[in-house]
């Protein structure tokens, strides 16, 4: 824990500015895909080995580059992710990731290679699940070999789950014992920890020898429809908000982390538009319940200035949420290039004395050229020319993408984390569908989305 205690030197009256910065890794969306090599033999080593034989297995491979566009990380990109996280966290007390371990249908993936007619049985459905969950320590344990001794604060994603649904009640007990002992540990009480993961996949953490309390909540049960095998977003809710109090009495600072982010589908609603490039409420797709939604927010308005680093992932892409003018939610983009982007994930640069973000650097890894490494792709402040916090820059640049041209470009350009917007096969960004973009930056509320997009 020294290490943790020298980055985050709070409150040091003597540094300077360059000297009281420390960075923080930040990566999400890995979807790992242990089905990737098409070989049987390899798959049935996989389905009898344990998980921590499974790297010397995907060693075995023939398959030895990473996963092209489209398509989630196979194992030679989820080591180099691992191995570029590795190199670039210097003084780092702590990682983090913003959820989905798993690789999208991954259930029925499982069952076609195991030539498993659907519906399965119960013994097929189990055979799944202890593979999932070897698939989940597999990961854990790379992770956690690859950062050292450092924590690595989570979110759960939707594809924390045996039905790419959200994680269940059944998940979540299967695998709270790896979450805990391979990421968090020694930043939570352990049975604090069983007492709200097993409830939802939520928690908080209090990071040892500094001021900073760490809320991670599970969004997934804001998404429509609920799954019913976990209790109501309210619980969650009232947790939160009694979270949030309790770290402003104490004069803790909160670090928020979340998968799903509120506000638009903006990639599913920019495939809708008409030919004048407006939308209805009828092709506008939200990512939360409505209601829910009005009820985080209204939340987070009782706390200004509580919260100084909100956290998602979810859409693969890079990209920020204006929920309100002094919460600002950054965007981490996946490490899989399912949506067509490149693996990237960022560092941010904090200022320990308000324990808010001032940067970033993404780095990416352009599947074009396929490099040797994870490579740094932008810094905020040199792209955007911007200085100062960054939910204030972020903020100031939302406006800004209408007037400047060079900026809306970069901006287009990043979202797919430099892989081409205009010619993407998944969905290119257009000027006719742009306002879509923009708008989803800046309006959470669905009416106010709709109007924003149609006035652009």
Known sequence: MA???VGLSIGCGHCNTTNDDFPVVVFSDVHFDPFYDPSPYLFQALVTAEATEWANIFKTSSIKTPAVWGNDANYPLFALALSSIRQNLGKSPFIVFTGDILSHDFAQTFY???????????????????????????????VRSSVGNIPVLFAVGNNESYNDQGPDSIFLANTAELFYTNLVKNTVDHQAFLDTFLQGGYYSAELPGTNLTVVSLNTVMFAPPPDGNIPSSEVELAWLDSTLASAKARGKTVWLLIHIPPGAKI??????????????????????????????????????????????GHTHMDEYRIMAPDNVLSLTPGITSYSNNNPAFKIFTIYSRTLAATDYTSLHYDLATNP???????????????????????????????????????????????????????????????PVFWSGMGKMEQQEFIDTVNTY
């Open 267 to 312: 990639i599913a609603t920019s495939q809708h538009v008409d030919i004048n490039g407006h939308i209805t409420p009828a092709t506008t797709k939200m990512m939360w319940n409505p209601n829910i939604q009005a009820s985080f927010l209204q939340i987070l308005s009782k706390y200004p200035g509580l919260i100084t680093l909100k956290l998602a």
């Open 112 to 142: 076609s290679r195991s030539g498993i007619s659907v519906p399965p049985s119960p013994a097929d459905i189990a055979s799944m699940e202890s593979f999932a969950n070897k698939t989940v320590a597999f990961f854990l344990e790379q």
């Open 372 to 434: 040797a490494q994870f490579n740094n792709y932008y810094t905020f402040s040199t792209s955007y020319a911007m200085q100062g916090p960054l939910d204030n820059s972020l903020a100031q640049l939302w406006p800004e993408l209408v007037t400047d041209e060079a900026k809306q470009v970069l901006y287009r350009t990043h979202y797919y984390s430099g892989h081409a917007y205009s010619t993407s096969t998944f969905n290119p960004i257009t000027n006719k569908n742009w």
């Open 3 to 5: 290490l943790l205690l």
